[in-house]
């Protein structure tokens, strides 16, 4: 295994932060309602453990796709479409997970004696297995992470970020089992930051301030800190704290309200809001409660989820048989995507 890291000491000078003026709303409108399908096995340790899934599209066989997800008390996670365990990692205590292609990061905020670090996989399409390729110790402590491909320069980035509301962007290259991470912007957001979605076909970051609400950066390393907001847990806003997951499939973004225990949607172009929904109990799987961290997907994921997947973390699971520990519920898109186009 071959490992270099590259640190930019200065971080950017501070910007003047604008947010966009959101109309007048009332209170929040009742949530539409839908079912999950699936949920996964629990994780392992008990209370406050998962928390974040990455949905992984098989590159030939849709039907083996996989959702990875993490137990931040001490696993990273890898399940079939079905909500089969088929891979637990020990000693990786990753609050987030996100991917682009085959390359998997988990973001450890225990790792490297207390102050963070990204852990770097490559999962095998034949075996559908994770392998650890490095850790990148972070400026931040990385509690929170999101993956970014350029569409100008096609290189890839993460966007670790932190409770103390620190984010740091960093170029990653993976060559073989080889990395290499060179760190190209650090900045402050505010307060406590976790939830974000880096979005590869506009080049926007959508970073959610817990108590605040989802901003908008530009997702190039050259783009400084000035931001937008896209919704806010204040007056006119549509979010309950905490602001959590955030995500985006087809043409439509997804943000976890947490305290109201359901999920705003957005138009992914124009940023508007459009409405909410709640994961409820069903026939095949309970609701999702005190969600964190969420994931869709609108590609085809096999029989079960021909029209993609929605996936959120169930804060508190009740399913009949369970052992009562946290997992993920996969909700078929389209019962979403039918109540907002």
Known sequence: MSFTVSVRAAALPAAVLTALALPAAPAHA???SVTATVETAPVSHSGDAADDPAIWVHPTD???SVVIGTDKKGALEVYDMTGARIQRISGDYGNNVDLRGDIVV???????????????????PV???LKRL?????????????????PASGKLYAFPNSTSGRVE??????NGDAVTATSVRLWDAGSAVEGCYADDTTGKLYLGEEDVGVWVYGAEPTAGTGRTKLDSTGSGGHITADTEGITAAGNRIYVSSQGSNDFTVYDRTTRAYLGRFAVSNGTAADDCE?????????ANLGPAFPQGVFICQDGSNGAPGSSGNQNFKFVPLQRITAQFG
């Not at 005190?290 to 609108?298: K, L």
């Open 169 to 174: 962007q960093w170029e990653l290259a993976v």
């Open 290 to 298: 005190d969600t964190d961290g969420i994931d869709a997907s609108a």
């Open 127 to 129: 075996t559908r297995q």
């Open 62 to 64: 849709p039907a083996k």
């Open 106 to 124: 988990s973001a450890d905020d225990e790792a490297a004696g207390g102050n963070g670090a990204m852990h770097i996989y490559r999962i095998d």
């Open 134 to 150: 490095g850790d990148v110790p972070t400026e931040v402590t990385a509690h929170g992470i999101c993956l970014y491909t350029s």
């Open 30 to 32: 009742a949530a539409v």
